[in-house]
């Protein structure tokens, strides 16, 4: 059980707009931690996709944004692509765990 | 360009020890703290250690705290896990990230090696 809780799995097709939601805590989100975002592509590392709620790294597209609000945090992607299906991770800090921790991740598929 | 490479990884019996290195180029190493994220084979992500770049603070997850060690040579740009008294649900692909932040809490990930494989079996 991950401290932050993504879906498992969201869908949609090329061009539309889907988002994965990041689920915290009082002592995550909720205490005003930044959620960072990344991508896993299959069979290869996680990639930084987005830093400190909605800061695009160089080379990221504007199609990927953050935000969070509260005890949550949603990754919007839109015009979805073919090559944005990945598995999909947030991550934080929990101050009860007195550690950095990740969501369980959510597999986008493209349709 | 940075670049994160790992080894180490191998096949190693329950109980027994094993120690990653990762060899850092492409920034000042010693400016910036690094960590182990691991990943299980098929499963999500999972910090394992955090180390500081060279005030010598280290963290650990609860599920290694004791049995694994980070450390750091800023001289080698290298970095280093021991793992002692491995179990078998330590097995996984085992990635070197580098951490940036304006602040330790809000630390996150910008770049991460290949990752090595540590497989924990009899």
């Known amino acids: 059980q991950s401290v932050l809780t993504q879906p498992p799995s969201v869908s949609g097709a090329p061009g539309q707009r889907v988002t994965i939601s990041c689920t915290g805590s009082?002592?995550?989100?909720?205490?005003?931690?930044?959620i960072h975002w990344y991508q896993q592509l299959p069979g290869t590392a996680p990639k930084l996709l987005i830093s400190g709620n909605n800061n695009r790294p160089s080379g990221v597209p504007d199609r990927f944004s953050g935000s969070k609000s509260g005890t949550s945090a949603s990754l919007a992607i839109t015009g979805l692509q073919a090559e944005d299906e990945a598995d999909y991770y947030c991550q934080s800090y929990d101050s009860s765990l007195s550690s950095w921790v990740f969501g369980g991740g959510t597999k986008l598929t493209v349709l | 360009e940075v670049q994160l490479l790992e080894s180490g990884g191998d096949l190693v019996q329950p109980g027994g020890s094993l120690r990653l290195s990762c060899a850092a180029s492409?920034?000042?190493?010693?400016?910036?703290?690094m960590s182990w994220v691991r990943q299980a084979p098929g499963k999500g992500l999972e910090w394992v250690s955090t180390i500081c770049g060279s005030c010598g603070n280290t963290y650990y997850a609860d599920s290694v705290k004791g049995r694994f060690t980070i450390s750091r040579d800023n001289s080698k740009n290298t970095l280093y896990l021991q793992m002692n008294s491995l179990r078998a649900e330590d097995t996984a692909v085992y990635y070197c990230?580098?951490?940036?932040?304006?602040?330790?809490?809000?630390?996150?990930?910008?770049?991460w090696g290949q990752g090595t494989l540590v497989t924990v079996s009899s």
């Open positions: 492409g920034f000042t190493f010693s400016d910036y703290a």
């Open positions: 009082s002592s995550s989100i909720g205490a005003g931690y930044d």
């Open positions: 990230a580098k951490q940036e932040g304006w602040e330790l809490h809000n630390y996150f990930f910008d770049y």
